[in-house]
């Protein structure tokens, strides 16, 4: 499974669109890059996925350049409800397929 | 979409008790299940993987005789802590996974379980 390497934390203000850039060199071809929300005392939720070029769903962005060696989530206009841990997770998919969670970046947003 | 459902979601126990978590899959079945671990401001560590029917895999490190899993059906697997220690005390999560239209998994997380063992 591809090691991810995210920033520890993120600060940012009400209103604003956060980028959240993870590095993931050793993606292999079957890799799909996926991205979870945790709150604190709760399981991680999931946020999109993705495996190349860009992916939005009704909560965010997901831009993965051309050699997939990194990936950035976009979140638009957060709010202080925003304020989280974001896991970048790359590895292939299946329902049987395990999941290991790097460090993980937490985000806080002021208001 | 799919949920997965985790019981209880506290429990405190005595040193040397046991204590069983149990992990549902509620309107999906998941052949194959997956615990996890979390100490306070760290990431989740993945403990073992409860295959439906048969023994479940555990990661380096992870003591099977001490953590008891069962997956006894396709929508239910069970974590026991045997001879709790304050050591054990954690946030324990279960996920399964389902397919996504297309391409692609999705995993859905219980709501955890938080341990402490006094």
């Known amino acids: 499974l591809a090691k991810t390497t995210q920033p520890i934390s993120m600060d940012s203000y009400e209103g604003q669109e956060v980028n959240i850039t993870c590095s993931h060199n050793n993606i292999a071809t079957n890799d799909y890059i996926t991205w979870y929300q945790q709150f604190p005392s709760q399981g991680p939720r999931f946020i999109i996925q993705?495996?190349?070029t860009k992916v939005t769903n009704e909560v965010a962005s997901l831009f993965i350049p051309a050699d997939r060696k990194s990936s950035t989530l976009s979140l638009p206009r957060v709010s202080l409800s925003d304020t989280a841990v974001y896991y970048c997770?790359?590895?292939?998919?299946?329902?049987?397929?395990?999941?290991?969670f790097g460090q993980g970046t937490t985000l806080q947003v002021k208001p | 979409g799919a949920v997965v459902s985790q019981h209880p979601s506290w429990v405190i126990c005595k040193s040397g008790t046991s204590v069983k978590i149990e992990c549902r899959s509620l309107?999906?079945?998941?052949?194959?299940m997956f615990w996890y671990r979390q100490f306070p401001k760290q990431s989740l560590m993945l403990m073992a993987t409860?295959?439906?029917?048969?023994?479940?895999?555990?990661e380096q490190g992870v003591e099977k005789d001490k953590f008891l899993i069962n997956h006894a059906s396709l929508t239910l697997s069970t974590l026991t802590v045997t001879s709790a220690h304050p050591e054990d005390s954690s946030f324990y999560i279960c996920?399964?996974?389902?397919?996504?239209?297309?391409?692609?998994?999705?995993?859905?997380f219980g709501q955890g379980t938080r341990l402490t063992v006094v």
């Open positions: 993705g495996y190349k």
């Open positions: 996920s399964a996974h389902t397919l996504l239209q297309g391409a692609g998994t999705e995993a859905f």
């Open positions: 409860s295959n439906e029917g048969s023994k479940a895999t555990y």
């Open positions: 997770l790359v590895g292939p998919t299946s329902n049987t397929g395990k999941l290991i």
């Open positions: 309107d999906f079945q998941a052949t194959t």
